[in-house]
């Protein structure tokens, strides 16, 4: 496989549920990227991590937990949604924090919180 | 100034017209600066890198003027298919910093 996959492509979570969604890339970046977008709005920036460190957490509710164990892989946890949580959950990849390059999208995870 | 800013549109164009795009930046040191196109629900995919001489793709020519702190996007003979949202993205702030992703601009060509 190459490029950012996410799965999974669609989850739909009760309020109580625990989820996790899972991301991947086979580009050789060193940086990873949460993107959280509701519907016709802009991009929202979640979570940074560069080198498997976390180096940026834009306020984001400690119902969003993200974990990054090695450069290939990030994963956000979720847990006690609300339905405003309810979007497109993207992550992104890229050769340096900087984003030189740009940056590569997995094709997302739509979340629906009932 | 805002970090990235964009008309939001929409701009409504006929099939085959020409179309351009906006997008100042506030940070005079910004390096590196790129167009996107969004598809309905999907995820934004790279259109092209804007260097300091232009370039051109296609009906696609990106150009930077860093005078005055804008990136443009000509489109031309545009396409049914070039309908989307076109996402301006700089990296806005100083340091080894996340791309700032502008709130885009919404396209519509009509047949």
């Known amino acids: 496989e190459t490029g950012v996959t996410q799965t999974p492509r669609h989850l739909v979570m009760g309020m109580t549920n625990k989820k996790s969604l899972k991301c991947e890339q086979h580009?050789?970046?060193?940086?990873m990227y949460w993107y959280k977008q509701s519907a016709k709005k802009p991009l929202e920036l979640m979570f940074v991590?560069?080198?498997?460190?976390?180096?940026e957490n834009n306020s984001v509710p400690s119902r969003f937990s993200p974990e990054c164990p090695n450069s290939s892989h990030l994963f956000l946890h979720l847990h006690t949604l609300q339905p405003e949580d309810s979007a497109l959950y993207l992550c992104?990849?890229?050769?340096?924090?900087?984003?030189?390059?740009?940056?590569?999208f997995g094709s997302g995870t739509r979340l629906t919180v009932v | 100034r805002k970090e990235v800013e964009q008309d939001p549109g929409p701009f409504n164009v006929p099939e085959g017209a020409t179309v351009a795009f906006n997008c100042t930046y506030s940070n005079s040191a910004s390096q590196s600066f790129f167009w996107y196109r969004q598809d309905c629900r999907k995820e934004p995919k790279l259109l092209m890198s804007?260097?300091?001489s232009g370039n051109e793709d296609g009906r696609f020519t990106a150009q930077l003027n860093r005078a005055s702190q804008y990136i443009s996007l000509l489109i031309r003979d545009s396409k049914l298919s070039d309908s989307a949202t076109y996402l301006c993205v700089v990296n806005s702030r100083p340091g080894n910093t996340p791309l700032v992703f502008g709130k885009g601009t919404r396209l519509s060509v009509i047949a």
């Open positions: 992104a990849s890229s050769q340096d924090l900087g984003g030189s390059y740009g940056y590569t």
């Open positions: 804007v260097y300091s």
């Open positions: 580009l050789g970046h060193n940086a």
């Open positions: 991590y560069s080198l498997e460190e976390r180096v």
